[in-house]
């Protein structure tokens, strides 16, 4: 079991910054590759970003290369979500999740656990 907790969600204008963080516990190293999604009420869960524990390469949607950056501190079992010139389309939920597999994919039903979310909300 790996468990998942997010933190950093909060109100930012529209052009501003957050840093969503996420701990790791439990079987981490298990984890392979983690991502980060989102999710607004009504539509599916959305791929944002992916990393791949051994290579660390990483993974965008389109929508968001160029403004966030996925990471990771192995020695802290954290990731994080640095999120940059902030749009009010990004507000939404956003839940990071891990897959013991190591070939990252997009799909969310690829993860097996899952944080609880935090919300992050743009104003415009």
């Known amino acids: 079991q790996v468990r998942l907790v997010e933190s950093g969600g909060g109100l930012v204008q529209t052009g501003g910054s957050l840093r969503l963080s996420c701990a790791t516990s439990?079987?981490?190293?298990?984890?392979?590759?983690m991502g980060w999604f989102r999710q607004t009420p009504g539509e599916a869960r959305e791929f944002v970003a992916a990393?791949?524990?051994?290579?660390?390469?990483?993974y965008y949607a389109d929508s968001v290369k160029g403004r966030f950056t996925i990471s990771r501190d192995n020695s802290k079992n954290m990731l994080y979500l640095q999120m940059n010139s902030l749009k009010p389309e990004d507000t939404a939920v956003y839940y990071c999740?891990?897959?013991?597999?190591?070939?990252?994919?997009?799909?969310?039903?690829?993860?097996?656990?899952w944080g609880q979310g935090t919300q992050v909300t743009v104003s415009s």
């Open positions: 990393i791949s524990w051994g290579t660390e390469t990483t």
């Open positions: 439990g079987r981490t190293f298990s984890i392979n590759a």
């Open positions: 999740a891990s897959r013991t597999v190591h070939e990252v994919v997009r799909s969310a039903s690829g993860y097996a656990f």
